[in-house]
C-alpha cells in the first residue's frame, strides 16, 4: 500500500554531548506535538548523541518512548561513528511506524568524517515529481544596471550626512540602497539546470574511492603509522 501524503517534514537535529537532556526532550515533544497532524510524514534525522547500540542507555529508552507516541520509531541497526577501535550509534534516523518493512537503510561512507551518513528508501512513499524546477533570481543585465547606477546618482543623501549618529547613518544609507537595488534589479523565475558531472572521470572517481579507503584504514586503526598525512 502507498501511503497518501500530502507533506513531509523532514526535522534535522544536532544535540550537544554536554547539553541538558531533559531540555531535549522537551523540546522535541514541543516541536513534534506542533507539527504531528493527519497526512503529514515526519522524518527525524541527525547526530542525537545517543548511543542506540546500547540496550542500557537510558537516554535510548527516553527518547524512543517519547518518540513512539508519535508513531516514530528509530531505524539505524548499525554503528555510525567509528574511531580508535570504537563503534557507536549516536547518529540515527526515525521514521513512521507504518514504514516497518517497507524500507531499505545503507550507510554512506564519504571518507571525510567519524560519522558516516545514511541513505534511507522508503517503498511505501508515492511523491508527484515537480515536472519543471524552477528558483527564484534577481535579474542582473546591461539595462538593470545602468538603472541602478542612474539612480544612484540622482539620490542627494540628505538623511546621511544630515545625521550625525553613525548607526542612524547607516540605517539611512543601507536602508536607500536596498529601497533603489530592489527597484532596478526584480525578480524573475528559472529552470534550474542539471548539474554538469562530466568533470568526475574515472581517474578522479578512482582517486575518491583509493582516499575513502586510506581514511576508514586509519579511523579503524589504533596504530599512529596508519594515519593519513
Known sequence: MVVATTDIYVISIYRSP?????TFIQGIDEILNQLHKPNIEIIICGDINVNHLDENCYKRRQLNTLLATYNLRSTVRFPTRSLNGTATAID????DLSHSGKYNLNPHTNGLSDHDGHIINLENISMQKQPHE????RDFNKDSILDFKINLSYEIWDSIFGEKNVDSIFNNFHNTFLRIFYSSFHKKKVLV???DTNWLTTSITTSINNKRDLYLNSRNSNNPKSRVL
Open 193 to 195: 539546470t542539471k548539474t
Open 134 to 137: 524552477t528558483k527564484t533570481i
Open 92 to 95: 540515527n534516523l526515525f521514521i
Open 18 to 22: 554536554t547539553g541538558d537532556f531533559a
